[in-house]
């Protein structure tokens, strides 16, 4: 995965004199011309141009909104050597939630009918384990009992 640098710049306020260059735009044009080939020349590539807000004093207790010119370049970083991403927080600790609690089975109420008269549970019928569960969805959700 590619990543990138960016590199944000001032754009040049004023005209910068070059031979050749006569007029106010053509100076101004100039002055961009170097900042763009400075950094070009450094390996950055010209991404855009924004104009964003920047709020300064204004005597004692005023303050005015100005904007700035900024020039947005990158370059493309290798993977080994971007830097690893700084760690704020340690990581949080999962805690382990609390095993169900299952009753043995001869700690088990009888739970139907289908008892021998000995007063066990005939051995083809499975335990079940939800014996007052409600049948309605919204009643097993809320305490957490599965249906069968």
């Known amino acids: 995965m590619t990543t990138y ?44 141009t924004d104009t964003l807000p920047c709020e300064e004093r204004a005597g004692l207790t005023g303050r005015t909104t100005t ?30 939630a609390p095993a169900p609690a299952i009753a043995k089975p001869e700690e088990r109420a009888p739970e139907d009918a289908t008892e021998t008269e000995s007063g066990s549970a005939a051995q083809d019928d499975p335990p079940k384990d939800n014996v007052n569960a409600d049948p309605t969805p919204e009643k097993q959700q809320s305490t957490g009992v599965a249906a069968e």
């Open 5 to 48: 640098a960016y590199k944000v710049v001032p754009a040049p306020t004023k005209g910068q004199r070059a031979k050749g260059v006569k007029t106010r735009e053509g100076r101004f044009a100039n002055a961009l011309e170097v900042v763009m080939n400075e950094l070009g020349a450094q390996g950055w590539e010209y991404q855009r």
């Open 67 to 96: 904007f700035q010119n900024m020039l947005v370049f990158r370059r493309a970083i290798e993977a080994e050597a971007a830097p690893a991403p700084r760690e704020l927080d340690p990581a949080p600790v999962a805690l382990a």
